[in-house]
């Protein structure tokens, strides 16, 4: 594992931040940190990298114990809120950024990086002209100077449209096929859900699930149903045998499932109880629906 920790908590007072985290990230992989604001991500991720130390609890990244200052030469980190010296250009914070890190080859690096987040050409501009996505580029530019095995991503995409949206996704998407293991904190699920291998939910500081995006999407489905006659008895028997089933405004129906093998004998049940079927559509879970159930009001526990 790349990343391996076992109870690792956070404590700021009398605030539990973070509260017996306990996560194993494959090398190689995509990884998203899901939760809401003040779910406890930022601080797990700055435990991670070293910038916060654990009340409680241990871990390694990289092989090595957290905080270890050697794992750091091949991570990369791009914190959700960041600011650079608006004076300096976009060269010039790289040059910098690369002294910090010592890095040997810095010509070919910066040039690499610069053409990688679509900012080359652009460079000898000063940050404090910068677009707000161009400061979102500039800031992963820094972060993948290392050449990193492991890259910490929060919030990358929160600045830019939906072209910038795509060419992180792609920029993702190489870093993967290059070996490297990115570890994605995102309130754009879409995008989660398109680059993404495996997913945990964080809520009020506490990890609630853990999956692989494939098995926690796999055979989830939505079922909208538009009929006429459902009286009310038969909607409560219904609702005995389907415990999601709802009744939506405009009258029509929407039950969850666990395979598109249900859909028949849903059908021929309210058939032989004398209902007109005018529409039965389903619909794949998206991972929104997913996150909606898990943390969308207090949470649960799976």
């Not at 194993?24 to 992989?29: D, F, T, Y």
């Not at 989830?220 to 609702?239: H, M, P, Q, W, Y």
């Amino acid at each position: 594992m790349i990343i391996e920790t076992q109870a690792l908590t956070k404590i700021y007072g009398n605030k539990t931040a973070c509260d017996q985290i306990n996560l194993s990230v494959e090398a190689g992989q995509v990884y998203g940190f899901l939760g809401r604001n003040g779910a406890g991500k930022s601080t797990c991720i700055k435990m991670l990298t070293g910038l916060v130390f654990p009340t409680s609890g241990k871990g390694t990244v990289l092989g090595r114990p957290l905080g270890d200052v050697s794992a750091r030469e091949k991570m990369g980190y791009l914190p959700e809120l960041f600011r650079y010296q608006d004076w300096m250009t976009g060269l010039d914070l790289l040059k910098f950024h690369a002294q910090l890190i010592k890095l040997k080859n810095k010509k070919d690096q910066i040039g690499r990086v610069l053409k990688l987040v679509g900012l080359e050409g652009q460079e000898n501009y000063k940050v404090g002209s910068y677009s707000k996505g161009m400061q979102q580029r500039i800031g992963l530019a820094c972060a993948l100077l290392p050449n990193p095995q492991l890259i910490f991503l929060d919030e990358p995409t929160s600045a830019l449209d939906p072209i910038g949206r795509k060419d992180v996704r792609d920029i993702i998407v190489s870093l993967k096929n290059e070996g490297a293991t990115v570890f994605l904190n995102s309130h754009l699920l879409s995008e989660v859900e398109a680059v993404c291998d495996s997913v945990t939910f964080i809520h009020k500081g506490t990890v609630v699930k853990s999956a692989r995006m494939n098995e926690l999407l796999m055979n989830k489905i939505s079922l909208t149903v538009r009929a006429n006659g459902i009286t009310e008895d038969l909607f409560a028997r219904l609702k005995k045998q389907h415990e999601s089933l709802q009744k939506l405004a405009d009258g029509s129906l929407t039950v969850s499932l666990n395979d598109y093998e249900e859909i028949p004998p849903l059908a021929a049940s309210l058939i032989s109880n004398g209902v007109t079927l005018y529409e039965l559509t389903p619909h794949r879970e998206t991972l929104e629906t997913v996150f909606m159930q898990i943390v969308g009001e207090e949470g649960q526990s799976s």
